[in-house]
């Protein structure tokens, strides 16, 4: 019963529009597919869209212009009155639907295909334009059945064009799914086989990009169905490519590059490149095999540190002395600490993979261009760099592991491995920083395979004693060469924390390079009156070094705050976003629009682009006298948290416009065009 | 012995890992020779692409249900393309790749049923049902065409013809991709395109 009242209402919810705005349907238990117009009346010589909108069945799917390895476009042809023009019929940007190895290109849900249409100026206020359209779709799920179908519309002429408000939403959300002009540069490039494309824009940041994909518009440029990894660093992303099977590739390759952001909103952006050389990869951007082969180097120079190389040491003295029993033993006790080292250093990149993905489904990934974190980078660097100097000594693990290390029995030495791997970390930042940055930039099973290595290439010397115990003869004894090269050590160290500096003052001025500054004189005070408690005793000396340190850490709220104001305002004419503001311009009786936004956001920075500081939007925000009020959520703010959740939002972008006349503000997209927001300041009843 | 197991599994595991992102075997390719394949045909007999050396070799990737078969069997464009193979000399090979359960699935009788009801004339239908020898061609459509010269080496790959509709009508219309390579390649001429976008029905792959 209910649903046959649910059906009645939506026939006649239908049956008004059902001539001029939506013709009759063409449905099967597959696809309810129309044609619809954005006008209820259009007036002469007046340019406006029709559309073909297609309702899918749930599993049932259909195609984009490259369809993918299977399946075909939908076609329309069109018959208008005479001296009427149409455009070729646009597409949303698509999907990737995979069945089996395959790989298609295409929609499910309720894709809706615009067509743009001029009448012609001849016409005169009453007669009808009429359209007819026939239409053939091919509609897959695992089978595929060819449909097709007649529709009409009666569109009536008047003097003044009649926008429709029933149609509206679906051009308006027709618009938003498709691929918008990009503000990118792109490069694209292969060689044999393999290949890449770099996407170039200032917007573009590892943590502002989770995932991407190309979708070349013509057929055999890829391999449809080949991952195409991503890397990312500032200002460029790169995917790589696997050549499809054409045999020449186009002069340009024209495609739509979709990208979802750190907030999980997904913009499609149109793309062209000229192809020439393969754009060169970032050090995150290195081939598996290579990153694995730089993880084992740099797994193997882990061991000459002054943290590990004593352990080392010590446990291939045991093993020299050793070297008349049995082999068997000998090399059961090398395969234990193996073992121990890469099942560490596995767990260490579970850990940072698993903390990517909380991180990316809280929008985590921004931590990375938050002043705060650079500075305690830096911070961190300068300290692990006094500790390298000999200012203070890190004695607690490195003593733990000597006496497990002293230990007999296969538990033993797996722990050593284990230890030696934890001991390893702290005065090898420099390592662990590029296998972190290098994993946070590679997919799951590839970060583990370079952290796996990481752990192969330390475990490596003992491994090779174990197989050949009279080796341990030919290792340097431990002595005076390792403390130098220990304080040698430390001026990478102090190099990196100066670059960390540099980075801050790009990214939020010279205040928060004085606070950073101030901050590093702390933690060297406190370094350097932990390392005489350490050296003499005395309670003193810890408490100072334990509140300078504490100290420095009260100044990252500063370091935080200190960015300079032209970072947080999205653009001139504008004016920061608050609750108190939003109430007095609306007593005032001036509209109001409010942009959330944040640094790291691309798809906030592209709609900023594309839609909102268009010379035409701003006229109208001028002629109106909109007021525009920016809330930068960059660092999270409570409030505007608040207000996005006040609307079903979890993150940003959201954009309100509160009318003039009063009343619930009016929630735009998410992805704009100039014409979405046009519409939404323009609609009747706001001029004021 | 438990820590050999250790070790192995230690290095296993870290191989499996370095391995693991593409275990995809090499693509079909233009001038290479052609993947050979072992499939039994509509009557049991296991067939080789390898017995046919020293002949031109046409492979179609069937599914007799897809629209887009039908319009080449609907409009005796298939059967006719069939019969002027077997007039060259060349050998037709149709090849029914979908598993039990899925549409386009034929059993051996089925298989000789279609044949004679479509009055196809195809020198053989072979039967993939675990798609190993779509796998091998990366067929991903029916139908998908390759055209294999005597000697061994693919000479064409792709659509039957340039309108990738399932329109009956545009069969008169549409540029024959596949008759212009297979005559080339009887002829002993270059194929002039090579390459071409298959269109069609999904082709529907066992699991591997």
Redesign the interface.
Known sequence: MMRVLTTLAALLALAPMAQALESAPVSSERATVTLIADHEAIAPGQSFRLALRQRLAPGWHTYWINPGDAGQPPEVSLTLPEGARAEPMRFPAPERIPYGPLVNFGYEGEPVFIIPVTAPAGLAPGQTFTVSAEGHWLVCERICIPEEGSFRLDIPVEAAPRPAAATAPLFTRAEAAEARPSPFAARLGFSGQAGAIEIAGPDIAPGAVREAFFFPVEWGVIDNAAPQPLSVRNGALRLGLTRGQAEALPARVEGIVAITDAAGVRGAYLVSAVPGAVPAGGGAGLPLWQAALFAALGGLILNLMPCVFPILAMKAMALARLSGAAQGAVRAHAASYTAGVVLSFLAIGGLLVALRAAGGVAGWGFQFTSPAFVAGMAWLMLAVGLNLSGVFAIGGPVAAGGSLAARGGHAGSFFTGALAALVATPCTAPFMAAAIGAALAMGTAEALTVFAFLGLGMALPYALLGVAPGLARLLPRPGLWMERLKQGLAFPMYAAAAWLVWVLAEQAGPSAVLMVLAGGVLIGFGAWAWGLAQRSGGRFGRLAGAAAVAGALALLPLVQGAAPAAARAADAGSEPWSEARVAALRAEGRPVFVNLTAAWCITCKVNERVALQTDAVRRVFAERDIAYLVGDWTRGDAAITALLRAHQREGVPLYLFYPARGGAPVVLPQILTEGIVLQAITSPGDAT | MT??I??RA?VT??GA??L???LAAA?PA?GAPAPDFALPDQDGDIRRLSDFRGRVVVLEWTNH????VRKHYNSNNMQGLQRLAAERGAVWLSIASSPPG??GHVTGPQAKELTAARNAAPAAVLLDHRSVAA?AYQA??TPHMFVISADGVLRY??GIDSI????VEDVARAEPFLRDAMLAVIEGRPVA???T?A???????V??
């Open positions: 820590t050999r250790t070790r230690a595991g870290a890992l370095l693991a992102p593409r693509a233009i249900d897809c629209p887009f899925e549409q796998r991903t459509v790959m792709g990738r509709s399932s329109r395109r090579a390459s976008q269109y069609g029905c999904a082709i529907k792959y699991d591997a």
